[in-house]
């Protein structure tokens, strides 16, 4: 009884420590972000805000809650209203399985460090995964704008598009770990971080991801020279600090799944796990920045074409190669 | 429908320019902005870019102004307004004259229209105020106590005009000549 009383509090401990640094580590990418595209287009980014410009993520907070919360008067309100808050949680619901450092022992019991160690946690990660694409689309469909509604249907194609290459690029990393579990996954990259023996993989993976969070060069969906800002258009406030802070949590989440899947999680010699896995976690981060810096946005139809005829057929391709090597390995 | 491949290249070539755009951008990341900060550094912009509009006076002192309303006549959006009158000897100026800021599209053809070089654009832009009605300019915030670009014009030394001097005194004025002698 006792027992079952300090886990839940360790729980609650821990999901909050969680939940505070994501939602901090979200803001801050913000600036950080910012102040990256402004050094790669030689500006100097946000430098206003104290010294650097660190604190703009509170000066834009303050100025989201404060400014007027407005519904288009032909909008369908209660999925306008309610459609930020479904990425903002599957995002955040996200992180649940991420394992981000070994067990710590305190007073002899052993407290691992993440939320929920589900034996099906990647299966868990495609579900909300999955979900995310309903934010996107009702409150593209529920604004009644033309530009939101083309955003949500091109949300909607290409997050059920790359749904896929992300899933079949995962299957060659679930038979190497022989484990759904993303805590068996990185236990099983004790020896070898996976991007050794699934370097397509990663490169699938790390495609199909980006198009999944919409990002430069998959950012169709908000595309601001077309459709003005895409499904959030017409929010204003802190709905839209919703969307974009849903938008940025998942990349935190993209970089911790990468860090999971391939590159060891958490592991890596002299430094403690969790610094490491913040360090893997900031390096896929910085990659999509520079990405978003470098690339521009490509076409419809060159979208999906990438993923249906090149992404789907090499993960296909991969997953046979995979079983077949491991069948001769064996 | 087969679509235009927009490739012209081998995959290599495309490879290299994706890669020499990333490069570009790391370089950029170890190079100092190129950003003028502006409320700390002000650039000296130039003497002719128009922002706020002043009345000058000539070199004796003298409003330059002489209501000759072509100033209002030709603003496009019709943001001046005076009202003329007549000091003792003839000499005109404007009894008010009123410039309305918010209305200001700093097009200059007030300055270009004024016979007399009175009314100027200066490269002072920095005059924004926080009620509409404060930027409705009066004569006596729009004169000022200097010649403006053109420091030593004095309308009324020239050729022409008979309110300094007799005729044949002003510059660039030949003495008049006596039509009665001039028989051939």
Same mark, same amino acid.
């Given at each position: ?50 010294? +650097?410009? +660190? ?22 309100? =209660? ?30 019991? $052993? ?56 899933? $079949? ?24 971080? =996976? ?115 090149? $992404? ?19 | 429908? @087969? ?125 924004? @105020? ?36 007799? @005729? ?17």
């Amino acid at each position: 009884m006792e027992l079952w009383i300090v886990g839940f509090i360790l729980l609650i401990i821990k999901l909050i420590i969680v939940l505070v640094a994501l939602l901090l580590g979200a803001g801050w990418m913000v600036w950080v972000e910012r102040k990256l595209l402004g050094r790669f287009q030689v500006r100097f980014g946000p430098n206003r805000a104290g010294k +650097f410009g +660190f604190f703009q993520p509170m000066a834009d907070i303050i100025k989201l809650l404060t400014k007027e919360d407005t519904v288009p008067g032909e909008a369908d309100r =209660f999925l306008f209203l309610f459609s930020p808050a479904v990425i903002a949680t599957t995002t955040l619901l996200l992180f649940a399985v991420v394992p981000f450092g070994e067990g710590l022992t305190f007073r002899g019991r $052993l407290i691992p460090m993440v939320i929920a160690d589900f034996n099906v946690g990647i299966l868990y990660v495609f579900a909300l995964l999955s979900l995310g694409v309903y934010g996107v689309a009702l409150g593209g469909w529920a604004s009644n704008s033309k530009y939101s509604l083309l955003g949500g249907i091109r949300g909607a194609a290409q997050m059920i598009s790359y749904e896929i290459p992300l899933v $079949l690029s995962l299957v060659p990393v679930i038979m190497l770990a022989r484990s759904f579990s993303l805590v068996d996954i990185v236990n099983a990259q004790a020896r070898y971080p =996976f991007i050794v023996a699934q370097p397509v993989s990663f490169v699938l993976f790390s495609l199909s991801a980006t198009a999944e969070i919409k990002r430069i060069p998959f950012d169709l969906p908000e595309a601001e020279n077309e459709l003005v800002a895409g499904y959030h258009t017409e929010y204003s406030g802190m709905r839209f600090g919703l969307y974009f802070m849903g938008e940025y949590i998942s990349l935190i989440v993209l970089g911790s799944l990468v860090a999971v899947f391939f590159w060891g999680g958490w592991r890596g010699p002299f430094l403690p796990p969790l610094v490491w896995f913040i360090i893997k976690v900031w390096i896929v981060i910085f990659f999509m920045i520079w990405m978003r810096g470098a690339l521009p946005r490509l076409r419809y139809d060159q979208l999906m074409r990438l993923g249906w005829k090149v $992404l789907i057929p090499i993960a296909l391709l991969n997953i046979i190669a995979t079983g077949a090597l491991m069948r001769i390995g064996s | 429908m @087969k679509l235009q491949e927009n490739s012209t290249g081998s995959p290599w070539e495309g490879l290299k320019a994706l890669a020499s755009g990333f490069f570009t951008l790391f370089k950029h990341l170890f190079r100092y902005p190129v950003t003028e900060q502006y409320p700390e550094y002000k650039r000296t912009l130039p003497a002719r870019s128009r922002a706020r509009i002043i009345l000058t006076r000539d070199p004796d002192g003298d409003e330059r102004c002489v209501a000759c309303y072509l100033c209002s006549a030709v603003c496009p959006v019709s943001c001046i307004s005076m009202q003329s009158a007549e000091r003792e000897g003839g000499r005109r100026y404007a009894r008010w004259f009123r410039i309305n800021f918010a209305r200001c599209i700093y097009c200059g053809f007030c300055e270009e229209a004024c016979p007399t070089l009175a009314i100027q654009l200066t490269p002072d832009f920095e005059f924004s @105020k926080d009620d509409i009605l404060k930027l409705v300019y009066e004569k006596e915030d729009l004169l000022v106590d200097h010649g403006g670009k053109n420091r030593d014009y004095s309308f009324y030394r020239h050729a022409g005009v008979t309110m300094v001097g007799d @005729k044949g005194t002003h510059m660039n004025e030949l003495p008049p000549v006596d039509i009665k002698s001039n028989f051939p």
